[in-house]
């Protein structure tokens, strides 16, 4: 059974191929844009510079856990 090695052109043919996939997968990566129409409360990301897609920014949440547990704790007297 013969392996035969990759030529140059095959190898030029693999390397273009992964350039551009790289190049592809960096411009499809959502990038964070200010929107002054929407003000600050919004949060918009465009993709590929084509597709902007805007959400209304997520407000800081408390974990359940210490309010839960402030709660739970009667002030001590004393």
Do not use: H, N, Y
């Amino acid at each position: 059974m013969m392996i035969s090695k990759p030529s140059l052109k095959a190898l030029a043919i693999a390397f273009a191929l992964a350039g551009v996939a790289g190049a592809a997968l960096l411009l499809a990566r959502p990038q964070p844009v200010e929107s002054a129409v929407l003000g600050a409360d919004w949060e918009c990301t465009q993709t590929a510079f084509v597709l902007t897609s805007c959400a209304p920014r997520v407000q800081q949440a408390i974990p359940a856990v210490e309010t839960s547990r402030k709660d739970a704790i009667p002030p001590t007297r004393g």
